[in-house]
């Protein structure tokens, strides 16, 4: 990456975007020190202009932004770099030091946490259970989701349509990692679908 220092003054502002749900984390800002040491240690590292110093983001809490990828804007003089995130990221132990009212993004999160069920069964895991009984029964369980959600819609209230959703949507994550495919093939497929 050819990224421009110089441009304002030895340092770029540099965005945290978590990897999976896309929810913006924070923003710091880099000198070419931060940034060599970034690429090297695969964590992310600032320069604090209070502290007149590099710091690696979790060096004292231990919640680590490990560097997934990298993007330089046009201009050439902002990062923004997708993480996974170790713990919360803002230091008053919020996920994110922007206060949203909710995480937009939790559907991702959740397709991790689904992800974690499965490469680490907990007998009492609703997940865990379900992949016991197989893809069949988890198959079974979205189309009975998907009949309950258009009963629901039809004849129900709102919460109960919502609810009937939330379910639906729930179990076609289990399925899909049932079929080693994520939100992200989804979203690929939808994409390359929709004509302009």
């Known amino acids: 990456m050819n990224i421009d220092f110089e441009k304002s003054n030895g340092l770029i502002p540099v965005v945290i975007q978590d990897a999976q749900t896309l929810e913006v984390l924070m923003l710091g800002y880099m000198n070419q020190e931060a940034w060599t040491k970034t690429q090297n240690e695969g964590k992310v590292t600032f320069f604090s202009r209070t502290k007149n110093r590099l710091w690696t983001k979790g060096e004292s809490s231990g919640n680590y932004l490990n560097v997934i990828e990298s993007h330089l804007d046009c201009d050439n003089d902002t990062l923004l770099i997708k993480v996974n995130p170790i713990g919360p990221t803002c230091h008053t132990g919020n996920r994110s030091c922007f206060k949203?009212?909710?995480?937009?993004?939790?559907?991702?999160?959740?397709?991790?946490?689904?992800?974690?069920?499965?490469?680490?069964?907990?007998?009492?895991?609703?997940?865990?259970?379900?992949?016991?009984?197989?893809?069949?029964?988890?198959?079974?369980?979205?189309?009975?989701?998907?009949?309950?959600?258009?009963?629901?819609?039809?004849?129900?209230?709102?919460?109960?349509?919502?609810?009937?959703s939330s379910d639906l949507v729930f179990h076609l994550l289990v399925l899909?990692?049932?079929?080693?495919?994520?939100?992200?093939?989804?979203?690929?497929?939808?994409?390359s679908r929709h004509k302009k």
């Open 176 to 191: 899909l990692k049932e079929k080693g495919k994520s939100l992200n093939d989804i979203a690929l497929n939808l994409e």
């Open 100 to 164: 949203t009212n909710y995480n937009q993004n939790f559907i991702f999160e959740l397709e991790n946490i689904i992800a974690d069920r499965y490469a680490n069964p907990n007998e009492a895991s609703y997940v865990n259970k379900l992949r016991q009984k197989g893809l069949n029964k988890i198959a079974q369980k979205v189309g009975e989701e998907g009949v309950e959600t258009v009963i629901a819609a039809l004849n129900e209230t709102e919460v109960d349509f919502v609810n009937e």
